[in-house]
């Protein structure tokens, strides 16, 4: 079991800026993600960074959002710059174990980002 505590949301105006925080229990051999979830919406994958270090982006956040992975202190980042309306949603951490192959959830962290 791998325990996932997400912390930096909040309420921003558009072209702002915010950092996401996922602290996890254990984060070796693993692929970290952040995923968001609108209301109405299904939850899509934001980013996601790989142990050694690869990233990937979704294309409408790429050049705004970077993700990153402390790995001395278990803790994966997510530094989101020009914030739009649309970035509205609940963000999760998620890793997935790659010996396993199982995942795990944080709690959800809400961003708001009013026009």
């Known amino acids: 079991q791998v325990q996932l505590v997400e912390s930096g949301g909040g309420l921003v105006q558009a072209g702002g800026s915010l950092r996401l925080s996922c602290v996890a229990s254990t984060n070796i051999f693993s692929i970290m993600g952040w995923y968001r979830q609108a209301p109405g919406k299904q939850r899509e994958l934001v980013a996601s960074?790989?142990?050694?270090?690869?990233?990937s982006y979704r294309d409408s956040v790429k050049g705004r959002f970077t993700i990153s992975r402390d790995k001395a202190k278990n803790t994966m980042y997510l530094q989101m710059e020009s914030l739009k309306p649309e970035d509205t949603a609940v963000y999760y951490c998620?890793?997935?174990?790659?010996?396993?192959?199982?995942?795990?959830w944080g709690q959800g962290t809400q961003v708001t980002v009013s026009s």
């Open positions: 998620n890793i997935k174990m790659i010996i396993t192959a199982y995942q795990y």
């Open positions: 960074i790989t142990s050694g270090g690869s990233t």
